[in-house]
């Protein structure tokens, strides 16, 4: 008897995945199958981070810190986040409760809510992932300029 497939074939469509800061703002995204697994776009997104300019000092080209659900939960995965020099706290499956990691989770959930706002997003009204990503990446972009924009006019 084999274990699970990492793959769902029941589930037509597709998911966005989102990269976000500290404070919700996205700084990747993509879309892949509904039928794949979550931890195989994770990858992908940790090298799409883009460099952040600072104030003092060199550009920052990685996080400090990675936290992911349980979904993220494999070894290869655990020790390649590592070996980039980003802290990893991902829940364990079968150790960790959910709810602990919920203070870090609902930036994300968040930032979700603030994307399906556009609604072109709600529904996948475009035959080819391109599309929907390059709405996606719209989105994202206009969803920075307006926390960015709102964070510069209370200073």
Same mark, same amino acid.
């Given at each position: ?7 769902? $074939?029941?589930?037509?469509?597709? *998911? =966005? +995945? ?8 996205? !700084?990747?995204?993509? /879309? ?26 060199? $550009?920052?080209?990685?996080?400090? *810190? =990675? +936290? ?8 290869? !995965?655990?020790?390649? /986040? ?74």
């Amino acid at each position: 008897m084999t274990g699970p497939s990492p793959v769902d $074939r029941g589930k037509p469509g597709s *998911k =966005l +995945h989102i990269l976000t800061d500290r404070a919700g703002i996205p !700084l990747a995204v993509a /879309v892949s199958a509904a039928n794949t697994n979550d931890a195989e776009a994770l990858r992908p997104l940790v090298r799409a981070i883009p460099a952040v300019r600072s104030r003092r000092g060199p $550009r920052r080209r990685k996080p400090a *810190k =990675l +936290h992911a659900d349980k979904a993220y939960d494999i070894t290869d !995965l655990r020790h390649w /986040v590592a070996d980039r020099g980003i802290g990893v706290r991902i829940a364990r499956k079968g150790v960790e409760r959910s709810d602990r990691l919920g203070r870090h989770r609902w930036v994300v959930e968040r930032t979700f809510s603030w994307l399906t706002g556009y609604h072109r997003l709600n529904l996948r009204y475009d035959r080819k992932a391109e599309h929907l990503l390059g709405f996606l990446t719209l989105a994202a972009a206009l969803t920075c300029f307006k926390k960015l924009t709102k964070a510069r006019s209370a200073t």
